[in-house]
């Protein structure tokens, strides 16, 4: 039995993986002063990150400011899920599981599931099971891995991959570092006096995503160092749990990166790290200096 899989660009899915795997991937939009930019193979990230300001101007806060470079971004349309189901379909597949953005921080999986429901209609021996990573980026990219061992293994049907997919979902943690608030009020995603009093005490928020998928406060800091050691502390329970392998996900700054994967060293040094660059969905609205650490706590049986 052949089973297709199907992911969107939030992902960070790399493109030669998911060619060798026949993964298709539905492609995010950014838009750049009304220029339509692409989220697929040929989208170039460092020129990206280059557009947005430098910070120093953004702290002085004038007016013009205001209309300075923010991102738009837009999830995948039906008919771009639509054109991977099909390649799927002409393919010879019956049998496709989607793995998407969650609903919290994208449309993505709205678009998938409305793709999937047309063209079950339109062929009615296809079956498409959508997933929700709860997340983006890394953990996307480890529930796709997971379905590819699970598929190769032979044992089970799309419909029960989906199902361990959703509740594998649940043992991934993101935990995000943002070491500043400006993009999060220039996207008008925080208000004005959150934004001005989290400048006075320069804080920098720590987030996480709930089992909703939905991005929820876990704590701040003053300090991009130490932010980063709160990140490895928060994605361990404190220490108490041991991480299968960390994935950290970075924009425009390799730099925090590296940091922090000496920081992960120091604490675990046999673990296997994973330096993700995130394309401009993810962190377009975060901030490409925002830094990810996601640690895998998903159930051995589905990997042996």
Not at 14 to 37: G, Q, R, T
Not at 62 to 67: A, G, M, R, S, V
Not at 244 to 267: C, E, H, P, Q, T
Request: proline share 4%.
């Amino acid at each position: 039995m052949t089973i297709g899989l199907v992911t969107d660009s939030g992902s960070d899915l790399p493109w030669d993986f998911a060619k060798e795997n026949n993964v298709k991937i539905a492609c995010m939009y950014m838009y750049v002063h009304e220029e339509e930019l692409r989220e697929d193979e040929n989208f170039d990230r460092d020129a990206y990150y280059k557009l947005f300001e430098d910070e120093k101007a953004f702290l002085h806060i004038p007016k013009l400011n205001l209309y300075s470079f923010v991102p738009k971004t837009s999830q995948p349309n039906p008919k771009d899920y639509t054109d991977a189901y099909m390649e799927h379909i002409k393919e010879g597949t019956k049998d496709i599981v989607v793995v998407t953005v969650s609903a919290g921080l994208s449309g993505s999986i709205n678009s998938a599931r409305l793709a999937a429901k047309q063209v079950m209609k339109q062929f009615v021996d296809v079956n498409i099971h959508v997933v929700s990573s709860l997340s983006a980026s890394a953990p996307e990219v480890f529930l796709i891995r997971m379905a590819l061992k699970l598929i190769k293994k032979g044992k089970h049907s799309a419909e029960e991959i989906a199902e361990i997919l959703t509740q594998q979902a649940l043992k991934i943690k993101t935990i995000i570092l943002l070491p500043t608030l400006r993009y999060l009020w220039k996207g008008g995603r925080l208000g004005t006096s959150k934004f001005l009093m989290g400048a006075v005490l320069r804080k920098k928020p720590i987030v996480t995503m709930n089992e909703e998928g939905n991005v929820v406060t876990a704590g701040s800091t003053t300090d991009v160092q130490k932010g980063l050691e709160e990140s490895l502390k928060l994605s361990t329970d404190d220490f108490t749990k041991v991480p299968k392998n960390i994935a950290i996900v970075y924009g425009s700054r390799l730099d925090y990166a590296n940091n922090m994967a000496d920081i992960i060293k120091k604490r675990y040094p046999e673990m296997e790290i994973e330096l993700v660059q995130s394309g401009g969905s993810v962190l377009s609205h975060l901030g490409p200096e925002s830094i990810g650490v996601i640690s895998d706590y998903t159930d051995d049986e589905y990997w042996n």
